[in-house]
C-alpha cells in the first residue's frame, strides 16, 4: 500500500507554488525518458517535430517557449483545459468522497437520481471507472439478457 501511496504522491503538491514550478529540462530530454518509460503504443502527435505541452488553460495549449496556441485535437476536453468550474467540482468531489462504487454514499445516489431526472424512461444507473469496466458490464449484461454465452466482437 505504500508503494501506490508514494506514486500517487506525484500528483499532489504540499504547497501551490510546488505545483506551478517551471519544469526547465529539454523537449529532448523528455522525449527520451519517455521513449524509456512509456510503451511505444502510446503515440505521439507530429512525432517528425513533437509539440510539447507545458502547460493548458481553456482552449488553448502552451509550448515550452511559452506560445500560445488553440488546441484543436484533444477532444476529451469539450469544455476547455483546467476549466475553474471543473476543477472545483472535482476538487470537491475528491474532498468529500469515494471512488468505489461498492459503498454506501450520499453523493453517488444524489449522482444516480440526477443521471436518471435527465432520462425519462430509464431506472437504474451502472456506474464503471472505465471503457474497459463498461465493455465488460455491456456483454455480462446481454449474457444474462439472452441467456447465451456466445458472443461476437466486432472492430
Do not use: W
Not at 54 to 79: P, T
Not at 113 to 139: H, K, R, Y
Amino acid at each position: 500500500m505504500s508503494t501506490l501511496v508514494n506514486a500517487l504522491g506525484f500528483f499532489t503538491s504540499s504547497t501551490p507554488a510546488a505545483a506551478a514550478t517551471k519544469d526547465v529540462r529539454s523537449k529532448e530530454e523528455i522525449l527520451k525518458k519517455r521513449k524509456d518509460t512509456i510503451g511505444s503504443k502510446c503515440q505521439i502527435f507530429y512525432s517528425d517535430d513533437p509539440f510539447m505541452v507545458s502547460r493548458a488553460s481553456m482552449q488553448y495549449l502552451y509550448d515550452e517557449k511559452g506560445n500560445k496556441f488553440l488546441d484543436c485535437i484533444s477532444n476529451v476536453q469539450h469544455v476547455g483545459h483546467c476549466h475553474p468550474k471543473v476543477v472545483d467540482a472535482i476538487t470537491k468531489q475528491l474532498s468529500t468522497s469515494t471512488c468505489n462504487v461498492r459503498f454506501v454514499s450520499t453523493q453517488l445516489t444524489d449522482c444516480a437520481e440526477q443521471i436518471l431526472s435527465t432520462l425519462p424512461g430509464l431506472d437504474t444507473v451502472l456506474f464503471c471507472n472505465s471503457g474497459s469496466e463498461a465493455n465488460d458490464l455491456a456483454l455480462r449484461l446481454a449474457r444474462d439478457y439472452t441467456k447465451h454465452k456466445d458472443a461476437i466482437v466486432i472492430e
